[in-house]
């Protein structure tokens, strides 16, 4: 097999001239943090998503502990997540005093099961205050079972929508359900602003509080404050809020990211596509859902599972690290974190932990080509057929 000269890294940020000539137009404008451009992103975001608000925050996480917080979560709390999932998901609710129930992954999908979820309402009853499914790699998780569980409990649901900026249900774009959804415009995700999140809700009041709370607990934020069309720079904070605003400068390359939506999913599925293509007929490698009857979505990450368990899979990360191919693994469970398995150590969910040593995320961007993506799949042969007759020999 011979080494590529370059390194393949899991993925690279896709910036073109439309994001740089937006962000040198913030530059010149005298408006660098929040703007008119947060404006028109997150009217522009809500609209793609077909929701009433869109809020734009520095990131996922911080969306998610506001969403969480207005959602009334507090010490004595318990909030079930997946543990297939970032650390976040979980932290949140870490940070606000409250207990996370870990549950476990589908081992084809990857996402929460729901069985976990309906035998925790049945122990917890009335102290669950929060649901958080994630939507992983962007696969939207079966929404109308959610809504039937929260409606039936009264329970409501906060989605985890980092890895979904492109996915829809039944037709419908995913921000739109549940009390609330959060989105990742991380730099590797589908769509970036570097760093950066959104929160989207139809409900009125929350979107206000969200605005409040993520700008200093201020009811007006700098260009209510300070332009034209804003009235007096008088203001006082009705709670003690956070600073978890998008900027405008960030805010930027996002609107140019999505004009550019169409194309950055087409090339993102043709390379799934391919992917799919190139390991077809493998009985050793599992590829990961790319279709459903849900729905159209777009891969956030190409996760595979190495279904031969006499194969290590962090020998074949480094064997791959060997021939200049970076992976990472989408997720470690969150309940195996050291902090986690301190506080927790009773937890055990058997497909996530077999998923722990099994799965193994392959390069995947807008900026790779069918040549990269082939240079992938002819590896990870090789690199298989390599381990299986280690081991092979090793085992005899
Ligand atoms: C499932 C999931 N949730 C939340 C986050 C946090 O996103 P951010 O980095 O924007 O805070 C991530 C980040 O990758 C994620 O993968």
């Not at 939207?140 to 649901?157: L, M, Q, T």
């Not at 985890?160 to 900026?165: C, I, L, Q, S």
């Not at 807008?366 to 085992?395: A, C, H, P, R």
Request: glycine share 6%.
């Amino acid at each position: 097999m011979k080494k590529r000269d370059s390194f393949l890294s899991l993925a690279v940020p896709d910036i073109s001239d439309e994001e740089i000539n937006e962000v040198v137009d913030s530059l010149k404008s005298g408006w660098i943090s929040v703007g008119p451009k947060v404006k028109q992103f997150e009217k522009e975001f809500a609209q793609y998503h077909e929701v009433k608000h869109a809020i734009a925050t520095s990131s996922c996480t911080t969306a998610m502990f506001i969403a969480a917080k207005l959602l009334g979560i507090q010490r004595g709390d318990y909030v079930i997540v997946p543990t297939i999932t970032w650390q976040s998901t979980a932290n949140i609710v870490e940070q606000l005093d409250a207990t996370p129930l870990f549950c476990d992954a589908e081992k084809d999908t990857l996402n929460i099961k729901v069985e976990d979820v309906e035998k925790y309402i049945k122990q917890y009853g009335s102290k669950i205050k929060a649901i958080i499914p994630v939507h992983v790699s962007g696969l939207p998780v079966d929404i109308d079972r959610f809504s039937g569980i929260s409606e039936k409990y009264n329970i409501p649901i906060l989605y985890d929508a980092a890895h979904a900026v492109f996915s829809s249900y039944k037709n419908k774009m995913v921000g739109q359900f549940g009390k609330m959804s959060c989105f990742s415009f991380y730099a590797t995700k589908n769509i970036t602003t570097g760093d950066g999140g959104m929160i989207t809700t139809n409900d009125d009041e929350l979107a206000e509080q969200c605005r409040i709370w993520s700008y200093h607990g201020l009811p007006k934020d700098s260009w209510k404050r300070y332009s034209e069309e804003g009235g007096s720079p008088h203001v006082q904070c009705v709670v003690p809020g956070y600073k978890f605003n998008l900027t405008d400068l960030q805010a930027a390359i996002g609107l140019a990211q999505l004009r550019r939506k169409e194309e950055l999913i087409e090339k993102r599925n043709s390379l799934i596509q391919y992917y799919n293509e190139l390991f077809s007929g493998l009985d050793y490698i599992q590829t990961p859902v790319f279709e459903t009857e849900f729905g159209r979505w777009a891969n956030h990450v190409y996760v595979i599972t190495i279904l031969d368990e006499k194969v290590n899979r962090d020998q074949f990360m480094n064997e791959l690290r060997q021939l200049n191919i970076g992976t990472n693994l989408h997720f470690y469970p969150v309940h195996k974190n050291i902090y986690y398995l301190k506080k927790y150590p009773d937890v055990h969910l058997p497909n996530a932990e077999w998923l722990m040593n099994r799965i193994l995320t392959l390069p995947l961007c807008t900026k790779y080509s069918k040549e990269d993506i082939k240079y992938v799949v002819e590896s990870v042969k090789f690199v298989y057929e390599k381990l299986k007759t280690k081991n092979g020999v090793d085992n005899v």
